[in-house]
């Protein structure tokens, strides 16, 4: 959710910009958005469709989950001239890292884990399994490799929408407004073409 | 008449195209960061 409110914000701050310059707000020029909705189709069928989830074994889970995400990452190289896809492809570089160590899924602590759901759910999962039908996997701080990219940050107490979120997100976050928002293009090159023409 | 029909067709042609692509794309983006991140909390919670 937090990765899609930053498209969300991006948007008006885009549209708010290219007033500020004087021209049209323009989508920006991706290139193969085929490849995202390919690379996304494992994902969809092993985390969002109720009736397929329940019968991946995990194994292919994991496996469908890491080629999914270095999918995504050629789609970020092919995409590499517009301004704010390297932010993307650091953030998912950093999530596939600590997927990859931790048998491909993202770790998170029962820690964690027990501000999403009651403890007493944490207590049913057995520590190294996954978590529910997420990409996350129970594992103990000690246990886990590069616990620092791992799902360890959450929202405010009181926050009506708690979920957890790695470094990598937060990058990818950042990604996302920025590249709505400048629209694809260099921020400097702009403001520097701005001021000239105020000159 | 025709003249403007057609200017008529290939302007909307246009805009439809437009749309399309902007609709696309921000489906794409959309589908980048729900499989490059965080996932929804509909997926937490016991098998």
Same mark, same amino acid.
């Given at each position: ?9 991006? @948007? ?19 290139? /193969?958005?085929?490849? @995202? ?24 889970v994991s ?53 999403? /759901?009651?403890?007493? @759910? ?24 590069? @616990? ?10 009181? $926050? ?10 937060? /990058?990818?976050a950042a ?15 702009? $403001? ?8 | ?47």
């Open positions: 959710m937090i990765l899609l409110i930053a498209i969300l914000l991006g @948007v008006p701050a885009g549209l708010l910009l290219a007033r500020w310059q004087k021209h049209s707000w323009v989508f920006p020029p991706l290139r /193969v958005p085929w490849l @995202v909705v390919l690379a996304f189709l494992p994902q969809l069928f092993a985390f969002y469709l109720p009736a397929t989830r329940a019968r991946i074994p995990d194994s292919w496996a469908g989950l890491l080629s999914s995400q270095i999918l995504l990452l050629v789609f970020c190289w092919l995409n590499r001239r517009l301004s704010g896809t390297w932010l993307l492809a650091l953030g998912l570089t950093l999530n596939l890292l600590v997927i990859a160590a931790n048998g491909g899924f993202m770790p998170i602590s029962p820690q964690t884990a027990s501000r999403l /759901v009651t403890q007493e @759910v944490v207590q049913t999962v057995p520590l190294g399994s996954r978590f529910g039908y997420g990409k996350d996997v129970l594992l103990m701080p000690a246990d886990t490799h590069l @616990v620092w990219l791992s799902d360890r940050f959450l929202p405010p107490e009181g $926050f009506p929408y708690q979920v957890a979120f790695s470094l990598g997100d937060v /990058v990818i990604g996302a407004f920025w590249l709505t928002a400048a629209q694809g293009k260099s921020l400097q090159a702009s $403001f520097e073409k701005n001021i000239k023409e105020a000159e | 008449m025709k003249t403007k029909l057609f200017k008529l067709s290939l302007f909307t042609q246009k805009i439809n195209r437009q749309h399309v692509q902007v609709v696309f794309a921000l489906l794409a983006l959309v589908l980048f960061v729900l499989g490059a991140g965080a996932p929804e909390s509909g997926g937490i919670g016991p098998h």
